[in-house]
């Protein structure tokens, strides 16, 4: 389960997030690039590659896509608050 108080910086306010690298619980983003790469209107990369949630998604169908990036994330780096 990702670690709701190793939040990446760059997340914008709301329920979806992703957890900074240097989560001293270990769950922090590895930059594998997954979830920016197939939900690229939620996720987004920083400048060392590591994702962050750019925009919360509110209809069922994005729900579900963000979803999708947390269960494939290989290191528990997404969460969700809501
Ligand atoms: S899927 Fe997980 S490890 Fe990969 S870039 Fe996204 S948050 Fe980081």
Known sequence: MANKNAKHKKNVP??????????ENGEGCIACNVCYSAAPNFFAEDENGNAYIKKQPTAHADVELCKEQLDSCPVSA?????
């Open 14 to 23: 709301g329920a979806w997030y992703c957890t900074s690298p240097d989560d």
């Open 78 to 82: 997404i969460g969700n608050d809501g």
